[in-house]
């Protein structure tokens, strides 16, 4: 065997920490392991799993996109994995630019997993064609450095090959494929009932221009059972410190928000590790609701699901895939979560799961990346690894917090205050030494600078807590 074909591949993977990086629920908020969305962490774990073979070493980037580090990349790395989600969108253009700056550095081969487009349920794309310029530039530096483009599914397709590329294959979301080809899933009993044990998530958005709260209330009132899972890193802040600093954590109609009845009753978690998610959800009858990633890690853990699906980046993943939905504008506000169960069909998911399996394992070959099942030992030493872990619990509400805990946190408060003091104090000592160079880009906002991080990181939280109720 050759020395090439006998050393291990070194696979850099875009994703906000390994699968295998414990951390404390301080620790992964503060820096924000799941770039804003848990959901993101249940494909980038899904993608760790499957690339990892006997041939093959999977490192985390942190999520960082530096294009200053494409030198050492090319140097320690032999390929760039990037699993995205809905990165063609507005909002997410700069971080997009910033990616394609650094991708144009590389020497590497760089693969993309399932990138979606944004749009309405109708799929106009005209909303981003102010953006095409950048999506251009970006799908031209990938397709140079691989031999086709994973995308999640028809819409992003058409909207690609609208734009003249021809390399383009839907392989949906790695997320689906975190156990292989084979895939089951059956119903536990006939119909919900009043004791059935309710899962239901969703956006922000899906609660303030969708209706999804008035659905959400009238769930809350017929199963008292019900628990709602967030995903946003301004839900956890609520959840863990009763405040962000975020506008949009105002919304009163979230139950993540510590007005709403379902925070006060303790009925809502936010996890930090896909595995715990997961694991919790098994004891669960049904999910609903229009967070697709919080729905497909109910349905890895064997749990009924539907999707109400309210754009673009939902629709053509639950099409794909054959995952129960319905397009929240036409449902009912007042619709029982009994008759999205009863009308829930799992045939096309679980009869071509295969299928699309094969589809993107093949693409991985294609792009010369190996996989578990087929390479492997079908990702029993990865499951293994993480049954070993002693992974942090969800992310509760304040109000369900015990004295034990509420004191291991305001321990991390008052460490993380000492650390950021210092900080404040070596900047002043530089500015006075005239060396603020010492501190790089660090020194730019001042000392002023780090101490109003310090009370955003550490003030508020404490000042809610011994603040009296009004």
Known sequence: MTDELSRQKRILLRSGKSPFDVASLEQSLDRDVFATNAGNLIFSDAAHKLLTTPRAEVFSNGIRTDPAAADRMNEEFDV??????????????????????????????????????????????????????????????????????????????????????????????????????????????ESLTAGSRISVNGSHSAVRSHGLDAIIRQAHKRYPNLRFIGQNLLEAELLHWRETSNPIGAQTSMPTHPSHPMYREGKVRLYVDPATWIEELRAFDFSFGSRIHGNIAALLAGVPSTVLCSDSRTLELCRYFGIPHRKISETPKNIDPAELYEAADFGELVNGHKERFLRFTGFMEKNGLENTFHHGD????????????????????????????LSSRFSWLQSRLDELTEENNELRRAQLTGRPERFGTRARGGAGATYRRARRVVGRPVRKFLRPEQ
């Open 80 to 189: 760039f994995v990037v699993p995205l989600a809905n990165a063609f969108r507005p909002t997410f253009e700069r971080p997009l630019k910033r990616m394609t700056q650094l991708i144009k550095k590389l020497r590497i081969p760089v693969v993309v997993l399932g990138v979606g487009a944004q749009a309405d349920l109708k799929y106009d794309a005209s909303r981003l064609k102010a953006m095409e310029p950048t999506v251009r530039e970006f799908v031209t530096e990938v397709l140079n450095r691989s031999a086709s483009i994973g995308v999640r599914g028809e819409f992003t397709e058409q909207y690609l090959k609208d734009m003249g590329f021809r390399d383009v294959e839907v392989i949906g979301c790695p997320s689906m494929f975190m156990n292989g080809e084979a895939f089951t899933l059956e119903k536990n009993s």
């Open 378 to 405: 079908r990702g029993k030493a990865f499951d293994a690894q993480m049954s070993k872990l002693a992974l942090p619990p969800a992310v509760r509400p304040w109000t369900d917090t015990d004295p034990e805990t």
